[in-house]
């Protein structure tokens, strides 16, 4: 698994409120984006894994925001990967607009069989 990766949103219209901000659920919609294309980019394939019978499920999220992102602001969604070891990986995030911090936050996933039991992560998304 890469360490870091940063990948580029542009906000959408529906993203936002009444209030023409983007709506504070959807930042962690942002976190799941740059999640995904870490792992495609690091050569991993999650739709192979779930056709395995291994899913990665979010145990827990945290998510600080700082400052407003509005409409077609183009935003950098950076995933830190802090620990990935036994069933469980650790991730931090920065969202950033220009060079403004937005939104911080974290998750920590959990690797589970389709039956709901915990098992071990793969090797390849291992950190040592």
Known sequence: MLSEYTAEVRVRYQETDAQ???HHANYITYFELARTEML???GFNYKRME???LLLVVRD?????H???EFDDLLHVTVKAVKAKGA???????IRC?????????TLLACITREGKPTRIPDVLRLD
């Open 67 to 69: 400052l407003p992102a």
């Open 40 to 42: 495609r980019a690091g």
């Open 20 to 22: 023409g901000r983007v």
């Open 51 to 53: 056709a395995d019978g």
């Open 61 to 65: 999220v945290e998510c600080r925001y």
């Open 98 to 106: 220009e060079d403004n911090l937005v939104v911080e936050g974290k």
């Open 88 to 94: 469980r990986i650790e991730l931090a995030y920065e």
